[in-house]
């Protein structure tokens, strides 16, 4: 069992273990932003612990992988577990397509790779998954998945402005990322 993922305090409704999308600092693509470590209890902690090839450290009752060693240690200073500061979530950006990688604190939402400029004001989402949620919500073919959407303000769920609304999200989507 993968234990607490990132702390996404500051990013309300945000699911618990999960990965944004935000954009490379360097080339704009979709990049990942993900927590450094993975915490692990029980068995999963024990085993993780006699594995040779995962490296981590023994705290608080489990075991916390060091998903990028070289990147963002244990050790570091900024390690959100035991360097818990308020209104900051450090974690690990990776770029696929230029392949940068780096210790990155996030600045949220202006960081996100899912923006979108619409008549009805800026929509920002969390990943891919969540714009695609948002779009059902607003087009009302359904309200259920993964994200929480009472959080999407209502300038977005106006009747007059559907139509163009989900043509602006539709042009997002489709553009070749
Ligand atoms: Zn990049």
């Not at 949220?108 to 979108?116: G, H, N, Q, S």
Request: glycine share 8%.
């Amino acid at each position: 069992m993968i234990g607490l993922g990132i702390r996404f305090g500051v990013i309300p409704n945000y699911p618990a273990r999960g990965d944004l999308a935000v954009a490379c600092p360097h080339c704009k693509s979709e990049a990942v932003f993900t927590s450094p470590y993975d915490f692990l209890r029980d068995d999963a902690a024990e085993a993780a612990c006699s594995d040779a090839r995962i490296t981590g450290v023994k705290w608080s009752g489990g075991f916390a992988v060091e998903r990028f060693p070289d990147t963002f240690p244990w050790k570091d200073p900024n390690n959100p577990y035991v360097q818990v500061v308020r209104n900051e979530v450090w974690g690990v950006l990776s770029c696929g397509k230029c392949g940068h990688r780096r210790k990155h604190l996030l600045n949220w939402p202006a960081d996100a790779f899912y923006v979108i400029e619409t008549s009805a004001g800026a929509l920002w989402a969390y990943t891919r998954e969540h714009l695609v949620q948002i779009r059902q919500r607003i087009s009302g073919e359904s309200s259920g998945g993964p994200f929480d959407m009472n959080r999407l303000p209502r300038q977005f769920l106006l009747k007059r402005t559907q139509a163009r609304l989900l043509r602006e999200i539709d042009a997002f989507l489709l553009r070749d990322h």
